[in-house]
């Protein structure tokens, strides 16, 4: 009887450890989308501020027309948080604590300073929107740098054995079969 308890609660523990497990693989995956939408939301925002329109007024309208995604669900919470009252940098304070996303943090904070200052949005959110850019650019390079050298390992562990078996097996078993030099 108490190996069948020992059992079950040993296959709880793995079901919970494997739920979690998932549930962080998601999230993870989930806010890797994050910093590669960031930059065209603020494309967006700063299109509809430069029109004359106001923050929320711009955030409505990037709701409307963005694709589905973390950040739009994120950007969905902070206007819902705002339509229920809370002033617009409390909201994105919210937002800078919940999403870990360090580009996404920078954004928000740059943005309660603004308000913050009294200073247009405008010019911050592009600023904002270049750096991310650079920054995306910058870690394509660092990643297009180190990929010849994570290739060296099945290069050689895999490919040239392979290509050396064909090239040189044919005139090892001629010599072979000759008798030798």
Do not use: N
């Not at 409307?64 to 995604?69: D, I, T, V």
């Not at 740098?145 to 040239?160: E, R, S, T």
């Amino acid at each position: 009887m108490e190996d069948r308890q020992y059992q079950g609660g040993l296959m709880k523990s793995m079901a919970s450890w494997q739920g979690s497990w998932c549930r962080r693989l998601k999230e993870r995956k989930r806010l890797k989308l994050i910093p590669a939408a960031l930059p065209e939301a603020l494309d967006l925002l700063i299109l509809v501020m430069q029109a004359g329109l106001d923050f929320q007024v711009a955030l409505a309208h990037y709701l409307e027309r963005a694709p589905q995604g973390p950040l739009r669900e994120e950007l969905a919470v902070v206007q819902s948080e705002i339509r229920t009252g809370a002033s617009r940098i409390d909201a994105l304070r919210h937002l800078a604590a919940r999403v870990p996303d360090r580009d996404l943090r920078e954004t928000a904070r740059a943005i309660i300073q603004g308000i913050e200052l009294g200073t247009s949005l405008t010019p911050i959110l592009r600023a904002q929107a270049k750096a991310l850019r650079k920054r995306r650019a910058f870690e394509a390079e660092k990643r297009a740098a180190v990929a010849p050298l994570k290739l060296m390992f099945p290069l050689f562990v895999f490919i040239f054995p392979t290509l050396f078996v064909i090239l040189f097996g044919p005139v090892v078993l001629t010599v072979m079969k000759v008798g030798g030099p």
